[in-house]
């Protein structure tokens, strides 16, 4: 399992530094580094960057490779500590996963099933203003989705590591769909707009 996880983290890092090239490579290249087009690029090119970078760094961190300058010492005070407080015997524990309880997974479906009988009753009963109803509606499947990710998918019992790479491409993705918004609603004034032409008028001729 080390040797997948070594080759895996790696991937990442290879992935993290081919975007950060690419980054600077369109900022070289560009000639005209202010310019919208130029700085989406990289600025997409970064967080795709930083998103790669957060599992390995993660696992660096984890396995004593990368030290920080603040924990080194605490995490010596902490072993200290529990060398002097835990038997010898009782040094090897076993670390068990924890997935939640059925009581928690009950707590959580009812407040689901709060969340929902709420949207249908804005649904049958809707609000006088229909900007603030679509409001409450987005955020509460939001925080449904939430929830669902969090514990019906385990995502809330998973490494940090992987919450950390998951959640911001997912929030990247949600915005580069952000992007297209304003050529759809300005392709909208472009369309053309059929106009039924007023009937014929008939002219009608005086007799002498």
């Not at 995490?75 to 015997?89: F, I, K, M, R």
């Not at 499947?141 to 995502?155: D, P, Q, T, V």
């Not at 759809?184 to 002219?203: A, C, D, M, T, W």
Request: net charge negative; aromatic share 12%; with cysteine.
């Amino acid at each position: 399992m080390k040797k997948e996880v070594t080759v895996l983290n790696g991937i990442c890092a290879a992935a993290a530094l081919g975007f950060v090239a690419f980054a600077a490579f369109s900022a070289i290249s560009s000639g005209d580094f202010f310019t919208t087009d130029n700085l989406f690029l990289i600025a997409v090119c970064l967080l795709f960057a930083l998103v790669f970078a957060v599992s390995p760094l993660v696992w660096l961190i984890e396995t004593g490779k990368l030290a920080l300058p603040f924990t080194k010492r605490a995490a010596a005070a902490e072993a200290g500590s529990l060398l002097l407080d835990v038997p010898a015997e009782d040094h090897e524990t076993e670390v068990v996963h924890f997935a939640g309880t059925n009581q928690l997974f009950m707590i959580v479906w009812g407040g689901l099933l709060v969340l929902t009988v709420i949207e249908i009753i804005l649904g049958y009963r809707p609000l006088s203003s229909l900007y603030v109803m679509l409001v409450i509606l987005l955020g509460l499947s939001i925080i449904k989705a939430a929830l669902i990710i969090a514990y019906f998918m385990h995502l809330k019992f998973e490494r940090l590591s992987l919450i950390l790479t998951v959640v911001p491409m997912l929030v990247i993705c949600i915005c580069l769909l952000f992007v297209f918004f304003p050529d759809s609603f300005r392709s909208i004034g472009l369309r053309y707009k059929f106009k039924e032409p007023p009937p014929h008028q008939v002219e009608q001729v005086e007799e002498p």
